[in-house]
C-alpha cells in the first residue's frame, strides 16, 4: 500500500487515523440518527399542536351552523320581515364578535336585512356561498372575500331559509373574522419563525400569523405547499420553503363541512426548521470539537512520543549500521533486550556485531599468519642456490625466478 509508505512517524499517524475512523463514522452517524428522530417529533408536535387549531375551526363551524338553523327558523326571518329580522341579526352579532356582520339575502341575491346597517344596494348572488347555499340547499362555505359593508377580509358561511314546502326562498350569509386565530397564537408562546395560516379550497391566504407585506392576503399560498395538502386530502407534515423565505417542519389539514364534500379551508402551522436543529446543531458542534481535540491529541501522542519512543531506538541502530557500513567499529546498540520487539531488535543486531567482530579478528589473524608464511617462503625461495622458475601452464609465461634462476639464464 502505497499510502502507508515513509517514515515511522507517518505510519502512526495512519494507524491512529485508521484506529478512530469507525469512532468518528460512529459519532457522524448518531449525530444524524439525532437530526432525524429531533425533525420526526417535531413532525408529530407540529401535527398535535395544528389540530388544536382545527378543533376550534369545527366548533366554529359547527356552532355557526347550528346558529343559522335557529336563526332561519325563526318565523320573522322566514317571512323576511326587515325590521324583526334587523334585530334578531343585531342580536345574534353583539351576543357572538367573532362574526363581522350577517344578511339575509333574497333569491336575486339582493339585501332583505343586515346585522350592521340595512345593506341596501348591496347584492351578493356572484358569492360562492350564496349560490352553493341555494344550489344544495345546505349550510355552505364561501372563499377569500373583502366583505362589502366591512371591507374586511372575512371567510363566509351560507345557510338556507326554507319555507313550510322545504323550498329555498332566502338565504342567511355570515362572515367569520379570521382574526381570533391570533390570540391563540399569541397565547401560545410559540417560538421566533413559527406560523400559522388559513387558505380557501382555491390556496388563497385567509389568514396568516405573524403577517407581513411579503406574504399578503388574498394571495396564492406556496403552490408547492398547497399541492402537497391537496393531494395528500388528509393530515400531514412536510418539510418546505415558506413564502417568507424560511426552511419550516409544516403540518397541515384539510376540514370539511362534512365528510362526503370537499375541503373548504386548509390549516397550515409551521416551525422553523434551523430553531428545531438548534439544539442537535449545538450538539453535534460541541461533539466535533471534542472529537477534533481528542484526535489532536492522539495523533501528537503518536507524533511525539510514540515516534519518539519508537524512532529514537531504530535511528539508534541505523547510526550503529550507518557506522560499520563506512568502516568504523561496530557499536552496541545499548537497547533495552526486554522492550518488546525493539529490544528483541537491539539483541540480534549486537549479537550480529559481535560475531562480525570475531570473524574480522580471525580474519585479520589469519591473513597476517598468511602474509608471514608468504614471507617465510619467498626468503627460502630466493636463498637457495638451485634455479627455481614458477611458470603459468595456461599462458606458459614465467610469472617468477629465483636470484639463482635469473643468474642461470644471464639475465639482470
Not at 319555507?163 to 338565504?171: I, K, L, M, P, Y
Not at 397564537?185 to 405573524?210: I, K, M, N, T
Not at 589473524?365 to 638451485?386: G, I, K
Request: glycine share 10%.
Amino acid at each position: 500500500m502505497r499510502f502507508f509508505r515513509g517514515s515511522i512517524r507517518r505510519k502512526l499517524v495512519i494507524l491512529v487515523l485508521l484506529a478512530t475512523l469507525p469512532a468518528f463514522a460512529m459519532l457522524a452517524y448518531n449525530e444524524l440518527a439525532t437530526r432525524r428522530h429531533m425533525v420526526e417529533m417535531a413532525r408529530g408536535d407540529t401535527a398535535t399542536l395544528l389540530r388544536g387549531f382545527t378543533e376550534v375551526q369545527r366548533r366554529v363551524a359547527a356552532s355557526t351552523r347550528a346558529l343559522l338553523q335557529t336563526v332561519a327558523a325563526m318565523p320573522e326571518v322566514k317571512a323576511a320581515n326587515p325590521v324583526a329580522t334587523h334585530g334578531i341579526l343585531s342580536t345574534l352579532l353583539s351576543a357572538n364578535p367573532i362574526y363581522t356582520n350577517v344578511f339575509l339575502i333574497d333569491l336575486d341575491g339582493s339585501v332583505v336585512a343586515g346585522g350592521l346597517g340595512s345593506g341596501k344596494g348591496l347584492n351578493f348572488s356572484d358569492r360562492k356561498q350564496f349560490m352553493d347555499a341555494v344550489r344544495t340547499g345546505r349550510f355552505s362555505s364561501g372563499e377569500f372575500v373583502v366583505g362589502k359593508a366591512t371591507l374586511k377580509a372575512i371567510f363566509p358561511f351560507a345557510m338556507p331559509v326554507h319555507d313550510a314546502s322545504g323550498e329555498v326562498r332566502h338565504v342567511l350569509i355570515i362572515g367569520m373574522d379570521l382574526g381570533h386565530y391570533r390570540l391563540l397564537f399569541e397565547q401560545s408562546a410559540f417560538p421566533s419563525g413559527a406560523f400559522f395560516g388559513v387558505c380557501d379550497h382555491e390556496g388563497r391566504r385567509l389568514f396568516r400569523y405573524p403577517l407581513s407585506d411579503s406574504v399578503p392576503l388574498g394571495e396564492p399560498i406556496r403552490p408547492e405547499v398547497f399541492q402537497a395538502a391537496l393531494q395528500a386530502d388528509a393530515a400531514g407534515t412536510m418539510r418546505a420553503l415558506g413564502s417568507d423565505g424560511l426552511h419550516r417542519i409544516v403540518a397541515y389539514e384539510p376540514l370539511r363541512l362534512r365528510p362526503d364534500s370537499e375541503p373548504y379551508i386548509y390549516m397550515f402551522l409551521g416551525f422553523e426548521e434551523a430553531g428545531i436543529l438548534r439544539p442537535a446543531n449545538a450538539q453535534a458542534v460541541r461533539g466535533a470539537v471534542i472529537t477534533m481535540m481528542s484526535l489532536a491529541l492522539a495523533l501528537a501522542v503518536a507524533w511525539f512520543v510514540g515516534g519518539a519512543a519508537i524512532a529514537r531506538d531504530l535511528e539508534r541502530l541505523t547510526a550503529v549500521a550507518r557506522n560499520v557500513g563506512e568502516g568504523g567499529d561496530m557499536m552496541p546498540s545499548s537497547l533495552d533486550y526486554s522492550d518488546g520487539e525493539t529490544g528483541q531488535l537491539g539483541q540480534a543486531f549486537d549479537s550480529m556485531g559481535e560475531l562480525l567482530t570475531r570473524r574480522e579478528r580471525e580474519r585479520n589473524e589469519a591473513l597476517a599468519r598468511l602474509s608471514e608464511s608468504e614471507e617465510q617462503y619467498r626468503t627460502l625461495l630466493e636463498a637457495n642456490l638451485e634455479g627455481i622458475c614458477l611458470v603459468n601452464p595456461d599462458s606458459m609465461v614465467i610469472e617468477f625466478g629465483n636470484p639463482a634462476f635469473i643468474r642461470l639464464l644471464g639475465l639482470t
